[in-house]
């Protein structure tokens, strides 16, 4: 197994410490603060503070970046761009169960080969569900964890002139195992709009149909940043 980014665990660390230390100065701060004036009284209102974290429903939709590589032995891997579209449906206030949908494209590096084929587009869809939760939070912002698992499919052979995948040393065109473990990181703007940053661990097992008939497991990086919807419904 190959861990071709590793994974922003002081970022993550970071982030959780901002949400320990966020409850304290809530203490400190007023949801609503008033200043009289010669001219009259001016109310500020909190956005933040009909935040609650008891919806049944969400949804997401981010700005995708995935990183893999498309063959087993390519030694130049593949940064890809896409979209990741994700809803949750919460069973409780700390667990619920998130199904995701991602799509990325791309250029790869290939293998030295005849045909002057040289940065070919390749992608990568992953449809999975799986169950989340919810970890520190507060009116702020959150910290979710989840782990999701479904199907992979990874389109290697489109842009090969013709010519198959094994001239590049790719895989072939295939539905495969895969697997996303990681999280949200959430900034609350109002009661319902979220700022979402989501970084992950993608893991996939694809194989070629040439040769040896290898298969490799490889696990790389994701990330996506966008927005997120809570519904009115509670539990």
């Known amino acids: 197994m190959r861990l071709s980014v590793r994974f922003p665990l002081a970022f993550v660390a970071a982030a959780t410490l901002a949400l320990c230390i966020l409850p304290r100065a809530d203490a400190q701060a007023k949801s609503t603060a008033s200043q009289t004036t010669g001219t009259g009284t001016y109310i500020s209102v909190d956005p933040l503070a009909r935040v609650r974290y008891d919806n049944r429903y969400d949804v997401s939709l981010g700005m995708a970046y995935d990183h ?4 087993p032995n390519i030694l130049q891997g593949s940064n890809l761009g896409g979209l990741d579209l994700s809803g949750s449906y919460w069973l409780s206030k700390h667990w619920g169960a998130e199904g995701s949908a991602r799509y990325y494209l791309g250029t790869s590096g290939a293998a030295p080969n005849p045909y002057a084929i040289e940065g070919p587009f390749v992608s990568q869809t992953f449809f999975g569900a799986g169950p989340e939760w919810l970890g520190p939070h507060n009116k702020h912002g959150d910290l979710i964890a989840h782990a999701l698992v479904g199907g992979m499919y990874g389109k290697f052979e489109q842009d090969l002139r013709g010519q198959p ?8 065109d295939q539905l495969a195992l895969g697997a996303i473990i990681g999280g949200h990181m959430d900034l609350n703007r109002s009661e319902h709009w979220v700022f979402r940053i989501t970084p992950d661990a993608v893991l996939t097992r694809y194989s070629i149909n040439y040769g040896n008939h290898a298969t490799s497991n490889d696990v790389n990086f994701a990330i996506s940043v966008g927005i997120e919807y809570k519904f009115k419904k509670k539990r």
């Open 165 to 172: 995948p094994s001239v590049v040393d790719f895989y072939n």
């Open 68 to 71: 893999m590589k498309a063959g």
